[in-house]
């Protein structure tokens, strides 16, 4: 694992990778009282030409420092982001899965792990990266559909609020709803915007798109859901492979409506919504244990790219030097 701190005095330390060990803080740390800290999900995987690659390690880098920002912490330079995730895949290379078989997931971790009795940003900082070897997110499977359940009495995030910042605090309120539906079989939720109740914002930890035809519609990045960088990169995709992409609000109902769903993120990859209920009404978009066309086709093409077997035409794809 990678380990750098930060202090007034010293600044962002260089950084040093060593065995996958504790992080010594006192109980007066400001992340165990007061939740400073966010984190990044990333991937490294064995590529068809026989080496290791990262997928957009800047993407990563980008929202990383802003998440840093809006908790008050001190950024991470990109650069010093960058290399850190590629000294940590360079030290965990034997635990890289071979191609086609899972892969190498990477979380970096900023923390304000400096004492602080009162509210207030913490006198020092760290900043980790562990690794673990990893497959399908969900339990049926990479490519087997998910089926979902809209939420209807919490909600993820507010205007105004902190949805579209990967902080830690995030995630576990969603384990009520998400433990909830997985009792009634569901894989996850699907939460609606707080104003309203009216529009899909994102499941618990991942993006969500409807296709119809041959456009194709993602919530907004309207500060309430996260600007996830396989979102990002699957917009840009079906835009070069000829469908019509919109940012823009998804009723409960256009869902419904829709010819398919998909979910996208670092973790699940592109996973097809089998189907999605509300209100006790379930709609049916895939056929048992098959994903979508539109879904299979942004998976294949994504997957593509990132095991290197096809072309990358944006240079998305960043070797590890091992």
Known sequence: MYTATWSKETGWTSGTIAPYGPLEMMPSAQVLNYGQSIFEGMKAQNSEKGRIVVFRPDKNAERFLNGAQRLSMPPVPTTQFVDAVMQTVAANKAWVPPTGKGALYLRPLLMGTGPILGLGPAPTYTFTIYAAAVGAYFKGGQLTPIDLIVEERFHRAAPGGMGGTKAAGNYSPVLATQLLA?????????????????????????????????????????????????????????????????????????????????????????????????????KQYTKPGEPGPVGLEMYTALTGIQTEREDDPAGWIVPVKC
């Open 182 to 282: 997985k009792k009634e079989g569901f894989a996850d939720v699907v939460y609606l915007d707080a104003k309203s109740d009216t529009y899909l914002e994102e499941v618990s930890s991942c993006n969500i798109f409807c296709v119809k035809g041959k456009t194709i519609k993602t919530p907004p990045l309207a500060g309430t859901i996260l600007p996830g960088v396989t979102r990002a990169s699957v917009i840009e995709m079906a835009r070069m492979r000829g469908y019509t992409v919109e940012e823009a609000p998804v009723s409960v109902h256009e869902a419904m409506d829709a010819d398919e769903l998909f979910t996208t993120g670092t973790a699940v990859v592109v996973c097809s919504v089998g189907s999605l209920t509300y209100k006790g009404e379930r």
